[in-house]
C-alpha cells in the first residue's frame, strides 16, 4: 500500500507542476495578445485617418483652392504650343 502512495503523490505533484506551467504559459499568452490587440486596433485608427486625408486630398474644391494659392490657371490656346513627332 505504501508503494501506490508514492504513486499517487508522484502524480499528484507531476500534475500540479504541469498545471502551474500550463497557467503561466496561459497568462504568458493571452498578455501577448492583449499587445497584438492593442497594435491592431492603433493601426485600424491609423488606417482610418489615412484614409480621412486621402479623400480630403482627392477634393476637387481643395484641389482649386491650392491651385489659386499658386495662382495656377487652366492655358489658354495661345500659351499651348503643339509639338510634332518627327
Known sequence: ???INVLLL????A???VLVTL???NRVLYTQLAKEQQTAYQL???HAVL???QAKFTNHHVIQEAAAKQTLHV????ETKMIEKE
Open 1 to 3: 500500500m505504501n508503494k
Open 23 to 25: 497557467h503561466y504559459e
Open 44 to 46: 485600424n485608427e491609423e
Open 75 to 78: 492655358p489658354s490656346l495661345a
Open 10 to 13: 508522484i502524480a499528484v505533484v
Open 15 to 17: 500534475s500540479a507542476f
Open 51 to 53: 484614409i480621412l486625408e
